[in-house]
């Protein structure tokens, strides 16, 4: 079974300037994604972005960057020029990759509220 | 391109009563996974289905959960006899491979 544990329950930032947001998980799998969601007030689950697991590259959204190290099962989350509209519930996932396009469950953490400042 | 959608939005029921929650997929999506958020918590994986079959339910509470994706119109999760405990925001995610797309979530209430 895989788990996913998000150390901050909470955080804070200024408008504009950069935070990161910690993810670990644990796993057996070798191939799989992982992916940090944003859940603002209206409680709509958004998906921020997403990493393929075999990938070394880490993947970019505009402001948002990741931060991959598969040996250490770490999958951080940076913010850059953080804006009000950030201001959210951040939860990382991890699904396992199936074969042959099959699909699996999302494990979630229990998230971070990040609060963005004036 | 629509995304995926849920109904209804809220739902207020009684203890006892039922409660049916419907999720249609994004265009094109045949995979369709129900996860329960309770307050203050991260979201819990309940059913995997695809349609006409249930592909995993390991997170379906036993008693009074039951989902289906019928080959024609939306899945249904339906939660019988309803508790207070039940109450929760209900959200469904359509899936391409790789990954989920979420829809707005039913919030439904117990009183």
């Known amino acids: 079974a895989q788990t996913v544990t998000q150390s901050q329950p909470e955080m804070s930032v200024q408008e504009a300037e950069t935070v990161t947001l910690s993810c670990t998980y644990d796993t057996s799998e070798n191939n799989y994604y992982l992916f940090w969601y944003k859940q603002p007030p209206s409680r709509q689950m958004i998906l921020v972005i997403r990493q393929e697991a075999y990938k070394q590259q880490n993947a970019t959204e505009n402001r948002f960057s990741v931060n991959f190290q598969k040996a250490a099962k770490s999958f951080s989350l940076k913010i850059s020029d953080s804006q009000l509209g950030d201001t959210a519930m951040y939860f990382c996932?991890?699904?396992?990759?199936?074969?042959?396009?099959?699909?699996?469950?999302?494990?979630f953490g229990k998230g971070t509220l990040l609060t963005v400042n004036p | 391109n629509a995304g995926v959608m849920q109904n209804p939005r809220h739902l207020v029921r009684r203890r006892g009563q039922e409660a049916r929650l419907r999720c249609s997929p994004m265009?094109?999506?045949?995979?369709v996974y129900w996860y329960r958020q309770l307050p203050e918590e991260g979201l819990k994986f309940m059913v995997y289905?695809?349609?006409?079959?249930?592909?995993?339910e390991s997170g379906m509470p036993k008693e009074r959960f039951s989902a289906e994706f019928p080959k024609e119109g939306p899945s249904i999760l339906r939660i019988q006899q309803v508790v207070r405990g039940d109450s929760a925001a209900y959200f469904c995610a359509s899936s391409p491979p790789g990954t989920q797309y979420f829809g707005p979530g039913t919030r439904l209430t117990v009183l």
């Open positions: 289905l695809q349609k006409e079959n249930i592909i995993d």
């Open positions: 265009k094109g999506h045949s995979h």
């Open positions: 996932a991890f699904m396992k990759h199936g074969s042959g396009g099959s699909n699996y469950k999302l494990t």
